[in-house]
């Protein structure tokens, strides 16, 4: 049994990618999170300038839908500080994605200019952060400049694109063509479902930015559905790495039934001791490959589809 | 049955008393809406004071639906909070982190300075409550100026009471011996090392660190104990990644505040650095 | 203390309203859950000619998070015979409001001047079906076709029209304004959100028609956000009805703070013993409103929004 | 500790064995994940054929993890479960419904037919488990003709033991009476009317209206349990309302599908209207 997988001409020692924003700000952490046995890890999202991101209460967990509900917003050092963390990560050969977000093409050059040189695995464009006025959303929901971001980053660097698109969308196709048609190597979906927290005590939203993302169990659902239809359009032509509400390797291969070649787990992570969650998901892998006789991690990519 | 406090949003609880401790401390006692499983000195919960912010703030005690915490005022958030009154509401999630754990049969340093103090007081009540004839407590305090002390009456109570030994410092030498409570252990040490200790600690990190590298030398030194919370926190239950220490990627708030020895000596952001809520990293 | 409150020119005895789709086939359902003490019920989505809806399984729950799957799509007997339904609630003086739906303008106004001689409260139109092919989302996600729809309805009727919007959508304000311009009388917000789960032992999507609505508590925070969003932008100009993933009277609270006027519930209901369910929900709407001493449902309206 | 098979989605279960109780009937045995808090006789499963369709189906009898459902095969869905083999996987939700309620030292009158009869079968095995002296049992069942009757080996060979009276019926008088059950149970009413009679029955809802009304006007008769089947269900908990009748709303799937006589007094659609999967109302 190989629990391997491709993504395009990436190849994972399996499915696990630590999801963008969980646990992505210091290189310790992802360094942690991949010896727990991940196939791979993505830095938070990195942009421009230092930035200092939403005031708390900016994550917390649901319970009853064991889920969390995030306005982190775009914290981060900025790629001139971040730089120091992705050497660590080369040096201890970790297999990092870097997320990078910006306002615009000019903005997004000047992050992957910036850290191109390095060699880590490829980039992750966030184009669906819900929780910045300018970035994330306002940029993945335009399908042009969608097309004309993934375009120009695609001729700058020799690094596989990966392009994450927003559930908080009409028309998921749409902006799933552009990203093709800009050269994307893979399609992320998804990224968090806007949504709110109203105190009725205080009559206060609770996260301090007001507004964030849902992630987490709840979600699940919704991330299946959209790589199941991402699969059904654009099985043959790009790979999709699934994200949303994993919390199981049962989950995982849900979702590459679904059509993923890869997963990114985030808020399942969150926990006092994730390197337990981890060798859990990869038993319950393994389990079921066992069990249903499947050799290979591919021959469960889009399994859902026969008929 | 035991109730517990979910890792879910915050529960608004009532503040029902607010004390003074000096001119920049103050104890909320706050209404929990049931008696739950029973924090350890150590954990911490986050205080959402509605509408302005959210922040990390050790359990300074508990009985039965009444938890303590005693808050020092340093910014926006804590300002806002001591804004508040009798009858306000805030948010509390929690309980998180880990304790420290309380060895028997000991004797136990405990060694702190500015808001490390209510969990360390917390803690001593405990070690009291569970305590033998073999166990011994020295506690050593330390601030600027006698105004800044924690906890002095009560302390100096129970030294009264013969409950614990009771070593003030002040940088001044406003209350107690002049100079910092690093060098009493020290001394401590030095005078007496037939007795198996563990050292406890909360309290600036640049003190904790001074203190730790005092005590990795002497043997009969069997844990050491210290909370890190000079750190930016979002989260509380270990997902977001603010409150990270390099090289081992531990996370404060869950598999801290209160870090082993073992774990302090890897831990080369200890005393040196923390990082912003950008997660740009800053010399402490 | 007065639980009325007004959604326009409605006034209803308490903010509960019994969502469409759940226990809307039959006058007697409708009965038994205005009569347990809901304010007002809404029918099934009725169109012109009678439909059997998806196959099954068409409806399951998802315990872990407290959910609801569902692929019904728009079952219902035709508005010609589902009169006689109506007739009896009208008898039993129930405040009923009628759903309809259609694929067009033509066939909302068949369904609509077929029913509209009868004296119920008003209609919703329901423009956000995850479940169908033509009608639903590919209507209600069309600014033009939502206002010529909403306007020739409007036009059609002295009746109140509301108008249910889709969560699976880019812009909820480009909708939320074409309902308005074509004369909506409240926008209720928000349907299902698409979604699938796929049984990993089968490798099939369970649900017979695959993609299926998400409902239940999962959908709160993504409901409460919409509610939000639309009663700041709106607020003045249009009553907004909260739907989704309420469960409690707290929640009803909460969807009033964001700028609900009324509320409907659907999953929550759905259990052995909605009677009990329903004066839980009025009880603690009534504990809250006491102790916060709040004397109208008025009062809190949109009580979020003040800072 | 129980387990609860919790509502959600369906649990994915083989198929360990099939059993032919008739041309168009079979038992199949179907091993559950764990071993659930014990279904009771009236409850029903959805039974999900992968792929192809989800329809309710009464728990015919359980051991341990060994669930046992008797299915007709009427159309589409029960066609392609028919299709499966030993070792196939089904999907299972429930347990759903409210169930009979066993009376106790009474004469417990049964009667069914069709698909009426795998949990009448199962609430017999149970009534004569915790049967006293007191208990009597007597089970009339009616189907067209001989092949048609199901558990006839079973339910002649409790007679022979004595544990119950079996009295089957067939419309060609292939095998048992000539006639229906209800004719029996009457004649069997008309005869002794000493003893508190208890009635439970499932199968056609024709059969079982007839039944009621013969049964209303006997004064021994102290419960009338009916379980009702022909319904279309697409929730199986009582959140779509398919399966509701009129005029009191109730449901089939949480409401029932047993019901009581005061229940069936006021339900004008028993016996005479159901709903199709449109809503439409349709006669019987
Ligand atoms: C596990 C844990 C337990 C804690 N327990 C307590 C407690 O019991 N009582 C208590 O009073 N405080 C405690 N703290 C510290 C408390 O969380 C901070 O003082 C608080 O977050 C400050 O919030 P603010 O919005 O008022 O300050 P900010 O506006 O965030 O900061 C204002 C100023 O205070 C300084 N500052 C802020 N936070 C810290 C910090 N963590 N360390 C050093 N300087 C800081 C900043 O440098 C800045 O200059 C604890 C922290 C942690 C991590
Ligand atoms: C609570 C409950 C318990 C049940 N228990 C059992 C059981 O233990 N064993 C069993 O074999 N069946 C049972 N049934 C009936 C079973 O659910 C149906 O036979 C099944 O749904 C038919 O599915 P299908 O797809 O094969 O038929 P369809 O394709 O849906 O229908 C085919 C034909 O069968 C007829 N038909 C379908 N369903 C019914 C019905 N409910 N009543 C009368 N005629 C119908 C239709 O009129 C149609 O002509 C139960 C039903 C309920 C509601
Ligand atoms: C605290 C937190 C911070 C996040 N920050 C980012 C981010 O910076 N960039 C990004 O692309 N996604 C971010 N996400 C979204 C996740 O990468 C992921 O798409 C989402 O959480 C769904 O996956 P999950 O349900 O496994 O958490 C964040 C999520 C959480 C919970
Ligand atoms: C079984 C089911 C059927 C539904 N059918 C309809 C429908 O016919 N028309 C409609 O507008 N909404 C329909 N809905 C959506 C609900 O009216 C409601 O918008 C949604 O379920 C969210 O509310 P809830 O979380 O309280 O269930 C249906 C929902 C469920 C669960
Ligand atoms: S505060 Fe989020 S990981 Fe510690
Ligand atoms: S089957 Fe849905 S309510 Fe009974």
Redesign the pocket.
């Known amino acids: 049994m190989n629990l391997e997988t491709k993504i395009g001409k990436i190849t994972l020692r399996n499915p696990l990618i630590l999801a963008s924003g969980v646990l992505g700000s210091s290189y310790s952490s992802l360094n942690r999170i991949y010896n727990s046995g991940f196939g791979a890890v993505i830095t938070k999202s990195i942009g421009i300038d230092e930035r200092k991101g939403n005031p708390n209460p900016s994550v917390f967990f649901l319970h009853e839908i064991k889920s969390a509900i995030n306005s982190v917003g775009l914290a981060n050092p900025g790629y001139k500080l971040y730089r120091e963390e992705l050497k660590i990560l080369i040096e201890k050969e970790v297999p990092t994605i870097v997320s990078i977000f910006g306002g615009n093409i000019d903005e997004f050059s000047e992050v992957l200019e910036g850290l191109d040189d390095l060699p880590f695995l490829c980039f992750e464009l966030n184009l669906s952060c819900p929780n910045t006025e300018k970035e994330g959303l306002a940029v993945g929901t335009d399908p042009q400049l969608v097309y004309e971001i993934t375009k120009e980053m695609q001729k700058r660097t020799s690094k596989p694109i990966w392009v994450k698109l927003t559930p908080n969308i009409t028309d998921i196709f749409e902006i799933a063509e552009a990203a093709i048609k800009g050269g994307a190597s893979a399609l992320v979906a998804i990224n968090t479902l806007k949504a709110m927290i109203i105190d009725i005590y205080s009559k206060k939203p609770i996260l301090g930015f007001k507004r964030g993302g849902l992630s987490g169990a709840a979600i699940k659902p919704i991330g299946i559905r959209f790589v199941y239809d991402l699969f059904e359009r654009f099985g043959e032509t790009i790979p999709i790495v699934g994200v949303g509400g994993i919390n199981s390797g049962y989950d995982v291969i849900e979702y590459l039934l679904a059509g993923a070649s890869a997963v990114e787990v985030g808020t399942a992570i969150g926990i006092k001791y994730p390197e337990n969650k981890t060798n859990l998901f990869i038993q319950q892998i393994k389990k079921y490959m066992h069990e249903q006789k499947v050799e290979s991690i591919s021959e469960l990519i889009g399994g859902a589809h026969n008929d | 049955m035991t109730k517990y406090f979910h890792n879910s949003k915050p529960e608004m609880c009532k503040i029902i008393k607010i004390m003074e401790e000096n001119e920049d401390t103050r104890t909320f006692s706050i209404k929990l809406p049931f008696t739950p499983k029973k924090p350890k000195p150590g954990q ?1 919960v986050m205080l959402w004071v509605p509408g302005i ?1 959210e ?4 359990v ?1 005690g508990i009985k039965d639906q009444i938890l303590e ?4 005022k ?6 806002a909070l001591f804004e508040l009154e009798q009858g306000d509401l805030v948010g509390i999630r929690g309980f998180f ?1 880990k304790a420290f754990r309380i060895k028997k049969s000991i004797t136990h340093i405990i060694v702190g300075g500015g ?1 490390g103090m ?2 360390l007081k917390y803690l001593i009540e405990e070690i009291i409550k569970g305590r033998t004839e073999q166990d011994e407590i020295f506690v050593f305090e330390g601030a600027r100026t006698k105004e800044k002390l924690l906890y002095v009456e009560l302390l100096e109570k129970w030294k009264k009471e013969k409950k614990i030994d009771f070593f003030p410092f002040t940088d001044d030498g406003s209350y107690g011996k002049k100079g910092f409570p690093t060098e009493g252990v020290k001394e401590y040490l030095n005078k007496d090392n037939e007795k198996s200790v563990v050292i406890y600690s909360a309290g600036p990190e640049k003190m904790m660190k001074i203190l730790f590298d005092i005590c990795k030398n002497y043997n009969h030194i069997i844990d050491i104990q210290m909370s890190l ?3 930016h ?1 979002r989260c509380g239950f270990g997902l977001c990644g603010a409150c990270v220490v390099d090289p081992e990627g531990l996370r ?1 708030c869950v598999d801290g ?1 209160v870090f082993s020895r073992e774990q302090l000596e890897k831990m080369d952001d200890f005393g040196n650095y923390s990082r912003l809520p950008s997660g740009k990293k800053e010399e402490i």
Chains 1, 3 share one sequence.
Do not use: H, N, Q, W
Not at chain 2, 69 to 72: D, G, N, Q
């Open positions: 911490f912010d922040f990390p703030i050790g300074a915490l005693c808050v020092a340093v910014g926006e958030g804590t300002k982190g808001y209510p969990p919370a000079d750190r926190m404060i505040p």
